[in-house]
């Protein structure tokens, strides 16, 4: 049986085109302006200035690689809707853009966990009507009524996944197994390392580094979280979400902070790339659909939901995408190799030392938020 901290599976050479085309994809900026002439553009950057996506097509904020044009093609064929993506580094950035006026300029958006109940509390969502979904049923039995959102209320499970350490195997001085590795090798380490641009992941990871939990609500184990990567900070290149895929394969950088289905991607793509779930634990997280509260066209918005919880959309775009479905029929029709990437679906015992991200206290977030500007910005 595989151990924390050690690499699970050797890479099918079978993905490592489509992996490579992904990437391109994602990453030019020519063929960004090819979707928009087509039918999906996607943006790096925010919505227009004042907001308001009331132009007919289907406007989501997601993650990067979430969606692609094959995704979006098949939709707009499907509906003769067109499709628009704004892509976010964080929940929180997310959160501060709907809160600065976007809830009316999209559809649709991809909070994780977490800040799904942070969004409740401030009544940023609409409630589902879940007569207009269809396959639900499809969704793996522990989504059915998950903690973050009791009985899918306001969102719909998409996809999950854990956070852990993508290294370049010949650009490292060892093989981490813990994120201890960072503050134990910070001098051969130093600007070779990039931390996630994600304050509850990055603090977390911090916090889970000293024996505690990614929701602490403990201030003195915040501050000493803050402290610990205040240490590590001088030897950190950057915080970033993506763009570090070209330095960490070059051998500039050694060691990334990556979430697990953008660290595959990468796994698949070269062999030297591996990604490691680290020994004291990880966060395991899950990203939803959901429709901000002030949202325009609501309609697309469940059309789109519908259209990602059938089984053979959701299937094909994970053999693109690489991100770990939260649906079990989707994931009966995946190959065999994609169902038993032990990086993209660890097994029970890793998963059991790993921990969900959830919303903490307001003074704890505030102690979090005020850390986390430090840090960044020292
Ligand atoms: N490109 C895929 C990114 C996956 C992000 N999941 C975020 C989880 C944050 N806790």
Redesign the pocket.
């Known amino acids: 049986m595989p151990v924390p901290g050690t690499r699970l599976q050797t890479p099918a050479d079978s993905r490592r085109f489509a992996v490579s085309r992904r990437r391109f994809l994602q990453g030019s900026a020519a063929v960004v302006t090819g979707l928009a002439a087509a039918n999906c553009r996607q943006n790096l950057a925010g919505p227009p200035a004042g907001g308001g996506s009331n132009d007919g097509a289907l406007h989501i904020y997601t ?4 969606t692609d044009d094959g995704l979006a093609q098949a939709f707009t064929e499907r509906t003769g809707i067109p499709v628009v993506v704004d892509i976010y580094d ?2 929180e950035i997310m959160l501060t853009r709907l809160q600065a006026g976007g809830g009316d300029a999209y559809s649709i958006i991809y909070p ?3 800040m799904v109940s942070e969004m409740l509390e401030l009544d940023l969502l609409t409630a589902l009507d879940q007569s207009r979904i269809t396959g639900l049923e499809n969704l793996r039995a522990q989504w059915s009524n998950p903690a973050y959102d009791p009985n899918n209320a306001h969102s719909v499970p998409f ?1 999950w ?1 854990t ?1 852990g350490l993508l290294y370049n195997r010949e650009a490292s001085p060892g093989e981490p197994t813990d994120w201890n590795f960072l503050w134990d090798n910070q001098a051969q380490l130093s600007r070779r390392i990039t931390m996630l641009d ?1 304050m ?2 990055t603090l977390g990871a911090t916090l889970k580094s000293l024996g505690y939990s990614y929701n602490s609500n403990n201030p003195d184990e915040i501050e000493a979280a803050y402290n610990r990567l205040l240490e590590l900070r001088p030897h950190i290149a950057a915080f970033k ?2 763009g570090f895929e070209n330095e960490l394969l070059s051998g500039d950088l050694s060691v990334s902070m990556a ?1 697990s ?2 660290a595959i991607a990468l796994t698949l793509e070269d062999e030297r790339m591996q990604y490691i779930i680290p020994a004291s634990g990880a ?1 395991l ?1 899950t ?1 939803t659909l959901a429709i901000p509260a002030t949202a325009p066209n609501v309609d697309a918005a469940y059309q789109w939901i519908n259209f990602l919880l059938e089984p053979e959309v959701a299937s094909s775009a994970v053999e693109r995408l690489f ?1 770990a479905t939260a649906n079990q029929a989707a994931f009966d029709l995946l190959p065999a190799d994609i169902q038993n990437n032990a990086d993209l679906y660890p097994p029970d015992e890793i998963l059991a030392k790993s921990e969900g ?1 959830v919303a903490v206290n307001t003074a704890s977030t505030d102690l979090f938020d005020q850390f986390w500007t430090e840090v960044t910005s020292a």
């Open positions: 993650w990067a690689n979430y964080s929940n994780s966990d977490y996809c996944g956070t994600d509850r992941e979400t993506t979430y289905s953008d966060s997280w990203d991100f991200i």
